[in-house]
């Protein structure tokens, strides 16, 4: 029997027919190979953190060439000839370290360290790619597939731009200030200090970048060549896999079992995912005929050439060929469709199929094909091929067929073209709209011949504006006269489908119509067009982004205070660091999956019918709520916040659409999840009762009282009588889905004495304590362990023990090894997300905006459960900067029919915040004063910090100059319109919980090692908490090591969350540093030692080396404020609703920072997930069943590279300290969150800015949050005659 042959980093590999279609090269390097520094999250090309390198032999011209995949896509049977390179493969602690792992842990690019190895792969592959030749601007754009959660993308930029070969001196000096000596061996120390003030060490850094990856591949090595190409079989019972290399070929695998499907680069897999594949699998993607191109008058394009490829032809002819110019268009377009892993191996042919398969689908490829008139050849045997246009395609029965090639033609200067692609974000996703325009004039004429107008995302089956296109014949198209014909026509010809969760089709409507305009704006002549109105016709193409931070630290203090790089960096950056689903494979584990509710919440489970997933070869056993043999309640009310226990599987009652209900067990983990779908759930009473699913939806129904918990109501100790304006308004704020790369995972291991827990949780006791009471056990039998999260940001807080029992659960019945992990689609169904909330209020301010009264009131959507109550720390947060004694405040909670809602990262403050802020801006804007002067006389006047920061921010920024620029800028942009803003922010922190920290110290060489309660999830955790130990004990930072967080030495520790964690474990480090230091007082008493040599003194006479200390309320950490002002520029593109924020500056208090880079890390990642829950992360649901619509990376939009601030300046406030935090240190996790609201009043401004102009008046606007393109869009309220020319 034939086999796949392979290599994956240099050893050899060989696979046949035990080896399913399904089972992904993700699956093999993970499981197989057991190589776990690849990750793997959405399993559908939208993350990134599956990026490996490849090297092949690739037709038609055989010449090796390396390139990206995303593992998670590529079938193992599709590697046949592969030389596959894992982040273990490029370096190691044991081979080295490669200069991109390093380069990016020292540049602080990695947090929780889950993208990371995704993200050194992706940047390997690209250098390898180019030939090393990259500049800063390519190395920006090339990371649309890589998604990081925790770091704001900042530092990973500057780490992989600094490998360009025009990477500007900041980058290059920043590497020679990180470099270890060593590596510049050349260099004296002195001449390395120097360096970063003139060329030589810069010229080395560029020349080292090169030489790094000499000799990476042994070139001799090609499979594929030694294996002549013959057409070959991979033969299991239930499939045969057949490896193609010519259209013969093709055609005879079919012949041979009708039941078949042709894989290209499989990457269809991330639009629509298949699991059940037909018997007959045959890869195309070696097929030499489907590999080339011709130009002869027109250009031939093989149906399996690479998009990569494509983008190279089409830039290569645009600038040799006159007929060809036009694919300079193209290739633009090409850059935004997906991404390069996807564009490295995903083909014309594939993405045509796409579309064939489902004519909802956006193709880009199909746009731009159509609207230049290419044709597509089919054939249905060798050498019978019919060539017709795309549309006849699209209705063709491609059973038995081959798309062979397209067929594009010339274009003469007289033919003009325009495409756009609008998305939710900058780059990787699919079109909201996409538009192909293609004007072809009469020779020597103002007159067109023909107009085609092709349009994506309108519905299944619009492609051409058909009518409009015949009207535009014999027109000039640059007259107000034919665009208001034309425009007027769009009108009635657009007739967008709902076609949820995608954008309503009002907005797909207008903004086809706005699409036009755009074309016509940017192709119009410069005499025949308002000059103001020409930077309308353009889309946002940002130059590489930038970025300063600016902080003091005293060395006198180091390594307290001290910029070091994180201490679990490079291994992160090596893909070493070890994750809950990391820990090696046992021979006898099993997998679970959740079955979980499919139907309107109120209704009652009856039964089970598993008779189909049992029919699934792999599952091993199916538990129920029946099958718990304790407490079926993952929120025990023994742990604080827990008031209301929560089902592990539901019992009964449906709460919510995507409820877990069962759990299936298998012998792989894509059984398990394929078989959980199998499962039909059973329901005795059937109702169809429309699910309450938003705050409004629950006020305005009976249900109303029984739905809402009063939480408090704080009444005015003051009031004023001067009130000129009484104002009212309101503020609705979504949910937001956590969005970590870790998905909720937990592997339990049965032991002698109950289980050892490895799970991805945010708070050890709530996990072990679930678990005992589920399993009716005592909570010592259970041993939870925490090395690290990747990433929590608050939802593996408490959610994180429902996995976690689930896991355990099997683990104890079945008594194997369980592991158990979240598909994404699951972990974003089934979990809770941040809070929803509406709030209203009325306002009495004087002549000068003082606040006279006011009164608000808010709700906050809780899901089906009222856990974890925010309400009161809400209205902490609401006070913000501003003396509040006369306002009042109701609080109260509601139950919707959704899953039950958690904590977000800055939960309660993100929300109290936005809404004191909006209030705020509509006082200013009410009584037409400065929304800055506005704020200050709210505040309170003693001690206030704000007039100085403010100022401070304001010349750092340059503000004043910069708001005149944007004056200027507005008066000479018809459609594109800037705004800047200014925000002060005050956010209490506040203690509560137990930390413990134990400190130990080897006698033998006083190296040191703590246990610590806390949960490292990218903050820094433990590098603060080392260099706080440091400090106190007076030994290097490299002596010290942290180890994973336990219950067993941490049996009573508090989540980790709401900032405190880090200073709350370090406060007890230092305590049990402090208790040492006292037991060793008497020896040092007696003379001067070394640390080694009074340890080991210490331990002769028998001194206790190990210290513990818990911190609790009890101790004098006591509340304080963390302050920051905030200062934000964007520019939006009025006639799509996008937007690009140019500039941000903050100005932030943290005290004296423990560890500096690492706050600004925090800092700049907690501003930017702000970003996104204000700009593109949108939750939609089904309205009928309550299902989360927006549940993969295809609809769910977190900020991607090229979505963050073009120049983010980060400053911490000078001088400042903290006489009441630890060691005058400040929290930084969750605060700069809470500034992103300012996005919200910016965009206010700059629409503001377009109605005025299009004659609306002047009046405050409530634009839908999140500002998504849409929303923006929606408030500029656009109207046709708008559109002109003159
Ligand atoms: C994350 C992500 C983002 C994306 N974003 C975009 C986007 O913005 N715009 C866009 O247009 N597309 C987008 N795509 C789609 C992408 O372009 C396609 O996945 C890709 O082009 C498919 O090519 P493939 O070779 O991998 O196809 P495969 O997955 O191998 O095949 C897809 C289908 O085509 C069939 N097929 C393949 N080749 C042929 C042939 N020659 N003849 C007949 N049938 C054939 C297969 O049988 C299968 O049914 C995205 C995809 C991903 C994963
Ligand atoms: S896991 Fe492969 S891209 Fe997300
Ligand atoms: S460091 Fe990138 S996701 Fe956490």
């Not at 090297?55 to 038609?60: D, T």
């Not at 608000?856 to 309400?871: K, L, M």
């Not at 006489?1219 to 005058?1224: A, I, K, R, V």
Request: charged letters at 20%.
């Amino acid at each position: 029997m034939a086999e796949i042959v392979f290599k994956i980093n240099g050893k050899e590999h060989k696979v046949d027919g035990k080896f399913d279609p399904d089972v992904t090269l993700n699956e093999y390097i993970r499981n197989v190979a057991h190589l776990r520094g690849t990750k793997v999250m959405c399993r559908e090309g939208g993350c990134g953190a599956c990026v490996v390198t490849i090297q092949a032999a690739l037709p038609p011209s055989n010449e090796v060439k390396t390139f990206a995949v995303n593992s998670c896509l590529v079938s193992i049977l599709s590697c046949h000839g592969w030389d596959v390179t894992t982040i273990e493969g490029i370096g190691s602690e044991r081979t080295g370290y490669h200069e991109i792992q390093k380069r990016l842990a020292r540049f602080n690019g990695t947090q929780c360290g889950y993208c990371s190895p995704g993200f050194v792969m992706s940047m390997y592959s690209l250098y390898m790619s180019k030939n090393k030749n990259l500049t800063t601007k390519e190395v920006e754009n090339s990371f649309a597939s890589n998604i990081c959660r925790c770091t704001g993308y900042r530092p990973i930029a500057e780490a992989f731009k600094s490998f360009a070969i025009d990477a500007d001196k900041t980058l290059l000096d920043k590497v020679a200030d990180l470099e270890d000596l060593h590596l510049l061996k050349s260099c004296t120390k002195d001449c390395l200090k120097n360096c970063s003030i003139n060329k030589c060490t810069n010229q080395k850094i560029l020349s080292k970048n090169i030489d790094l990856f000499k000799n990476k591949f042994d070139n001799s090595w090609c499979i594929i060549e030694n294996l002549n190409s013959q057409m070959f079989m991979v033969n299991s019972p239930a499939y045969r896999w057949v490896k193609a290399y010519s259209l013969a070929d093709v055609f005879k695998a079919m012949q041979g079992d009708k039941n078949y499907k042709l894989i290209a680069g499989n990457t269809g897999q991330g639009v629509n995912q298949q699991t059940d594949y037909p018997s007959n699998i045959i890869d195309i993607f070696s097929v030499y005929e489907l590999k080339e191109h011709v130009l002869d008058v027109n250009l031939i394009l093989g149906a399996g050439i690479s998009l990569s490829e494509l983008m190279g032809i089409f830039q290569d002819l645009s600038t040799s060929t006159d007929d060809f110019k036009y694919l300079k268009e193209l290739h633009d377009h090409l850059d935004l469709v997906a991404h390069v892993p996807v564009r490295n191996i995903g083909t014309i042919g594939g993405n045509l199929m796409l579309k064939h398969i489902n004519n909802e689908f956006q193709s880009d490829l199909f746009l731009m094909f159509e609207t230049v008139g290419g044709v597509v050849t089919i054939a249905e045997e060798v050498g019978k091929n019919t060539t017709m246009a795309l549309t006849e395609f699209l209705k063709l029965d491609m059973n038995g067929k081959v798309i062979v090639n397209v067929i594009l033609p010339p274009l003469s200067q007289c033919c003009s073209l325009k495409t756009y692609k609008i998305m939710p974000r900058a780059q990787n996703s699919h079109a909201i709209v996409n538009a192909g325009f293609l004007f072809k004039f009469h020779h020597n004429s103002q007159l067109l011949e023909s107009a085609t107008l092709v349009y994506g995302g309108i519905s299944k089956n619009f492609i051409h504006a058909a009518r409009t296109e015949t009207i535009l014949i014999g027109r000039d198209p640059y007259t107000n006269e034919t665009l208001q014909l034309v425009l007027r026509s769009l009108q009635e010809e657009m007739q967008p489908e709902e076609n949820p969760p995608e954008p309503s089709a009002e907005y797909r409507k207008m903004l086809s119509i706005c699409l036009y305009y755009k074309a016509i704006l940017y192709l119009c002549p410069e005499e025949k067009i308002n000059p103001r109105f020409k930077s309308g016709g353009k889309v946002f193409k940002r130059d590489v982004s930038k970025g300063s931070q600016s902080f003091e630290t005293d060395e006198s203090l180091w390594p307290l205070n001290q910029p070091v790089t994180k201490l679990e960096a490079i291994v992160q950056c090596a893909g070493e660091a070890e994750f809950s689903n990391d820990i090696p494979a046992m021979s006898d584990e099993v997998f679970g999956a959740f079955v979980t509710t499919d139907i309107n919440p109120g209704n009652i489970i009856s039964g089970f019918d598993t008779n189909q997933a049992f029919n699934v070869s792999g599952v091993l056993g199916f538990y129920t709520a029946k099958d718990i043999p304790g407490n079926n309640s993952f929120t025990p009310s023994k742990i604080p916040i827990m008031d209301v226990d929560e089902e592990i599987l539901c019992s009964g009652k449906v709460m919510y659409y995507g409820q877990p209900a069962g759990v299936i067990i298998a012998n792989r983990e894509q059984t398990a999840q394929k078989a959980a779908k199998l499962v039909k759930i059973l329901y005795s009473s059937v109702s169809s009762k429309k699910p309450l699913l938003t705050i409004d939806s629950v006020l305005e129904s009976p249900e109303m009282h029984e739905r809402m918990s009063n939480n408090q109501i704080i009444e005015p100790t003051d009031i004023g009588n001067d009130v000129k304006y009484v104002l009212s308004g309101e503020l609705k704020l979504k949910g937001q889905y956590h969005h970590y790369m870790e998905l909720q995972t937990c592997v339990a291991i049965p032991t002698e004495d109950g289980l050892d827990v490895y799970s991805s949780c945010q708070w050890l006791d709530l996990t072990s304590v679930a678990i005992a009471e589920c399993l009716n056990l005592p909570v010592n039998r259970i041993n939870v362990i925490v090395r690290r999260l990747g990433g929590g940001y608050g939802g593996k807080i408490s959610r994180s023990s429902q996995i976690a029992c689930a896991a355990a659960l099997i683990a104890h019945l079945e008594r194997k090894p369980c592991r158990f992990v979240l598909p994404l689609i699951t972990n974003m169904k089934s979990i809770g997300k941040r809070l929803p909330l509406n709030s209203k209020f009325e306002v009495g301010a004087n002549g000068e905006g003082v606040i006279q009264y006011l009164k608000t009131t808010f709700h906050q959507d809780h899901g089906y459960s009222f856990n974890e109550n925010i309400s009161g720390r809400t209205i902490a947060h609401f006070y913000s900067c501003y003396d509040p004694r006369r306002w009042k405040i109701e609080s109260n909670s509601i139950i919707t029919d959704t899953a039950s809602n958690t904590f977000c990262r800055s939960p309660s403050s993100t929300e109290g915040i936005a809404m004191i802020e909006n209030i705020m801006e509509y006082i200013a804007y009410n009584i037409g004063k400065d929304p800055t002067q506005v704020r200050l006389i709210n505040m309170e006047s003693e001690n206030n910090p704000f007039p100085d920061m403010i100022n401070q921010l304001k010349t750092d920024s340059e503000y004043d100059r910069r708001n005149g620029e944007i004056i200027t800028f507005n008066a000479q942009n018809r459609w594109m319109k800037r705004a800047l803003k200014l925000m002060p922010m005050t956010f209490e922190i506040y203690y509560f919980g137990n930390y413990n920290s134990v400190v130990s110290i080897y006698h033998a060489d006083a190296s040191v090692v703590i246990c610590h309660g806390g949960i490292a999830m990218g903050q820094g955790l433990n590098t603060k908490v080392a260099q706080v130990c440091a400090f106190v004990l007076g030994v290097p930072l490299d002596k010290i090591r942290i180890k994973p967080s336990t219950s067993l030495i941490s049996p009573n520790a508090m989540v980790t969350g709401a900032s405190i964690g880090s200073e709350c474990v370090a406060f007890a480090t230092k305590k049990a540093c402090e208790i040492l230091l006292e037991r060793f007082a008497t020896i040092k008493a007696k003379g001067t030692y070394s640390w080694e040599e009074l340890i080991a003194k210490a331990y002769e006479e028998g001194v206790d080396l190990q210290a513990t200390y818990m911190y609790s309320a009890k101790d004098d950490l006591k509340p304080y404020n963390v302050y920051a002002v905030c200062a934000l520029e964007l520019e939006v593109d009025i006639l799509t609703g996008n937007h690009d924020v140019r500039r941000v500056d903050i100005l932030e208090d943290t005290g004296r920072s423990l560890s500096p880079i690492i706050d600004v890390g925090q800092i700049e990642g907690a501003f930017v997930m702000g970003l996104g829950y204000w700009t593109s992360e949108n939750l939609v649901y089904d309205q009928s069943t309550g299902e989360l619509l927006t549940n993969r990376t295809w609809t769910y939009k977190p900020p991607g590279i090229k979505d963050i601030p073009a120049d983010m300046r980060i400053y911490f406030r000078r001088n400042a300290g903290n006489e009441h935090g630890l060691l005058q240190s400040k929290a930084t996790g969750e605060p700069a969150f809470c500034l992103a609201t300012i996005i919200l009043h910016a965009f206010r401004e700059a629409i503001r800015s377009a109605r005025l102009e299009g004659g609306y008046p002047d009046q405050w606007l409530d634009i839908g949050i999140p500002c998504t393109a849409e929303n923006v869009f929606t408030a500029v309220e656009h109207k046709v005659e708008h559109f002109v020319l003159m």
